[in-house]
């Protein structure tokens, strides 16, 4: 059965400061991830995602991701935050093993400070 | 530009009343899924469709039953609401890929509490 685990519930970072939120799947055959973000009180906002080729990913707001078959994991990275960075943040897998559902982790929720 | 629209926002419900929840996407997608939401424990999928005519069954389907009858609608029923069922759900869809169903497209989300 797939499934995402995502270690840390939440992470305090100082502004400026580099960022890395660690998201660990399982999943039977090659997996289609994502990183989503919900700003309080909003919906949710693809980051980025990985289907195929370059294992390194950018996305939207300066994040990016490295996908890493041999330890499961598909971490996200920023190298400088911003306040307007708090969030909480959510990997997922997909895929057609398991019947084209997606499912998510738990969540990881980024606080700022100055 | 509607995307993905859901209806009602918010409702209020007592227990053992019925209601559904209605999911539109205009974007012609083949996946549909609901999804509820709680505090601490992320999006946990309840039941989807991967076209129109067809559902299945997600990480936590009791209680609730689905129809999509039309490939842009995809219907959430409670039939007896509890307690348990307060949340905030959220709609989403999504294209067909190759190797699996795209990024997900999100409503806006029904904020339901049950008395």
């Known amino acids: 059965a797939q499934s995402v685990t995502q270690p840390d519930i939440h992470i305090t970072v100082s502004e400026g400061a580099s960022l890395e939120l660690r998201c660990n799947y399982s999943y039977g055959a090659t997996p289609y991830l994502f990183w989503y973000v919900q700003s309080p009180g909003q919906g949710l906002q693809l980051l980025l995602k990985?289907?195929?080729?370059?294992?390194l990913v950018q996305g939207i707001k300066g994040f990016e991701a490295e996908f890493k078959r041999s330890q499961s994991s598909f971490n996200l990275r920023k190298p400088s935050v911003h306040w307007s960075d708090a969030a909480e943040y959510f990997c997922?897998?997909?895929?057609?093993?398991?019947?084209?559902?997606?499912?998510f982790g738990a969540g990881t929720r980024l606080f700022v400070k100055a | 530009n509607a995307g993905v629209t859901q209806t009602p926002k918010f409702r209020v419900l007592k227990t053992g009343q019925s209601m559904t929840l209605l999911c539109a996407q205009d974007?012609?997608?083949?996946?549909m899924y609901w999804y509820r939401q709680d505090p601490g424990m992320g999006l946990r999928l309840i039941h989807y469709?991967?076209?129109?005519?067809?559902?299945a069954k997600g990480e936590v389907p009791d209680g609730y039953n689905v129809s999509r009858l039309k490939k842009q609608n995809f219907l959430l029923g409670l039939e007896s609401a509890a307690p348990s069922q307060t949340s905030v759900y959220f709609c989403?869809?999504?294209?067909?890929?190759?190797?699996?169903?795209?990024?997900?497209?999100f409503g806006e989300g029904s904020r339901l509490t049950v008395l």
């Open positions: 469709s991967v076209g129109e005519g067809t559902t």
């Open positions: 990985y289907f195929s080729g370059d294992t």
């Open positions: 974007m012609n997608h083949e996946y």
């Open positions: 997922a897998v997909a895929g057609r093993t398991g019947g084209f559902k997606t499912i």
């Open positions: 989403a869809s999504s294209y067909l890929n190759y190797g699996g169903p795209g990024e997900l497209f």
